[in-house]
């Protein structure tokens, strides 16, 4: 069974920086996608980021510009480099992998293409 375990998440000042990382085995990495999804109190997940097993990143409008999403396939690690975080950022981030095949391709932040999904890792920024 693949595992997904996300660390990172903290507590910043709106301007601050974080960077979360999703562990994964050999298998995980292997995926067609993996992507950053976020749910913030009372709203629906959202996705924030995506890349595809060549590398292509998809971002969502909101973190255009202040996310980026890249992985390290030595390691099998995904990163979530997010920077000038605002509190509406504040969310559970979860990472998320697509082992079912290529049809990701079509729509890299569509939740429903990935199958495997990690426990979260909170982060909040506020003054």
């Known amino acids: 069974q693949v595992q997904l375990v996300e660390s990172g998440g903290s507590s910043v000042q709106p301007g601050g920086s974080l960077r979360l990382s999703c562990k994964t085995s050999?298998?995980?990495?292997?995926?067609?996608?993996m992507a950053w999804f976020r749910q913030a109190p009372g709203k629906s997940r959202e996705a924030v980021a995506a890349?595809?097993?060549?590398?292509?990143?998809t971002y969502a409008d909101p973190v255009k510009g202040r996310f980026t999403i890249s992985k390290d396939t030595a390691k099998n690690i995904l990163y979530l480099q997010m920077n000038n975080l605002q509190p509406v950022d504040t969310a559970i981030y979860y990472c998320?992998?697509?082992?079912?095949?290529?049809?990701?391709?079509?729509?890299?932040?569509?939740?429903?293409?990935?199958?495997?999904w990690g426990q979260g890792t909170q982060v909040t920024v506020s003054s």
């Open positions: 050999d298998y995980g990495a292997s995926a067609a996608c």
């Open positions: 998320a992998a697509a082992l079912g095949g290529f049809a990701c391709y079509t729509a890299p932040t569509a939740d429903e293409w990935y199958d495997t």
């Open positions: 890349i595809e097993a060549d590398g292509r990143a």
